[in-house]
């Protein structure tokens, strides 16, 4: 089914607690913008996000640290898509060396994954991509 993906560097001003922690909301806000893009696809409309089933917050995410963002449809009501999302840190800031220093991960570090359901009312749904 279709898969949207996107990757955005956490910024200083999205540090929200001490030691230059992320709150997990952005990360949250990262999901409803991968599922907007999903639905965009699947249905030609936003949709609206109704529920998380399913939240896990694996690892802290900080200041500098680009994060990427991917979900999938992975079940079609008539209404509703479940879908499925990950998001991993692919550059680490690292503050421990200076204040520019960062690290491409060999292998991205897991640290959120979720399980949500969006609506498109049937009156605004333009089109199903089917893979």
């Not at 909301?25 to 936003?46: R, S, W």
């Not at 640290?65 to 999302?85: H, N, P, W, Y």
């Amino acid at each position: 089914m279709n898969q949207a993906l996107i990757r955005v560097r956490m910024s200083q001003q999205d540090a929200h607690y001490g030691g230059n922690l992320i709150d997990g909301a952005k990360i949250l806000q990262l999901f409803g913008d991968v599922a907007t893009e999903l639905l965009v696809k699947n249905d030609g409309d936003e949709g609206l996000f109704l529920a998380y089933d399913n939240v896990q917050f694996m690892k802290p995410v900080h200041g500098g640290d680009f994060v990427e963002a991917t979900g999938r449809i992975v079940q079609l009501g008539e209404t509703s898509r479940k879908m499925e999302f990950v998001a991993k840190v692919v550059i680490s800031a690292r503050s421990d060396i200076s204040d520019s220093s960062a690290d491409v991960l060999e292998q991205p570090a897991l640290v959120c994954k979720a399980v949500g359901t969006c609506v498109v009312p049937k009156n605004k749904q333009r089109k199903t991509i089917q893979e």
